[in-house]
T-cell receptor, first 115, second 113 residues
């Protein structure tokens, strides 16, 4: 089954304790991205990657890091989490190029609470 | 600065009637638009899209209309079914690829049986 898998689905942690949210896709997609969803703000892009070792900032990258060492994985790293990073996070992936636009496929989300 | 706006946070529609969800955008460089549907505890799923070279795209019960001069798009669902109850996000992108998506804030649609 084609899917984007995020782990963990839920996490409660404390300020300053480094954490990593993993994202893996099995569709051989070149493009991967992280979003956060906050009430009244919709989904905002944090970072994206066009291919292995190619990453770039989205609209709200502050406080986050990413890496793309393998095509299937795109982890989101919070080196020193703060309460304003409490949010619902989504990973997405898609094919690039071709004759038609390819819609992004989303994971089921990770709810992070930073106390 | 919200470049994609969904001004109705919620909408209730009787089952069998038409649901119309609206979306406005400010960036005239956007040339590709998508609608995503989201159920609780799940990620958004792609519903329908439209390129700026068209003004209408239809897929079964779902039709998206684009009015470029007004910078406005709408999603019509006919007839509405209980399973359509969800949050709907419109999204837009610049240039051919949809990699850099800008999302609206979402509209919660409730279909009343």
């Amino acid at each position: 089954e084609a899917q984007v898998t995020q782990n963990p689905r839920y996490l409660i942690t404390v300020t300053g304790k480094k954490l990593t949210v993993t994202c893996s896709q099995n569709m051989n997609h070149e493009y991967m991205s992280w979003y956060r969803q906050d009430p009244g703000l919709g989904l905002r892009q944090i970072y994206y990657s066009m291919n292995v070792e190619v990453t770039d900032k989205g609209d709200v990258p502050e406080g986050y890091k990413v890496s793309r060492k393998e095509k299937r994985n795109f982890p989101l790293i919070l080196e020193s989490p703060s309460p304003n990073q409490t949010s619902l996070y989504f990973c997405a992936s898609s094919l690039l190029g071709g004759e038609s636009n390819q819609p992004q496929h989303f994971g089921d989300g990770t709810r992070l609470s930073i106390l | 600065d919200q470049q994609v706006k969904q001004n109705s946070p919620s909408l209730s529609v009787q089952e069998g009637r038409i649901s119309i969800l609206n979306c406005d955008y400010t960036n005239s460089m956007f040339d590709y638009f998508l609608w995503y549907k989201k159920y609780p505890a799940e990620g958004p799923t792609f519903l329908i899209s439209i390129s700026s070279i068209k003004d209408k795209n239809e897929d079964g019960r779902f039709t998206v209309f684009l009015n470029k001069s007004a910078k406005h798009l709408s999603l019509h669902i006919v007839p509405s079914q209980p399973g359509d109850s969800a949050v709907y996000f419109c999204a837009a992108s610049v240039h051919f690829g949809n990699e850099k998506l800008t999302f609206g804030t979402g509209t919660r649609l409730t279909i009343i049986p």
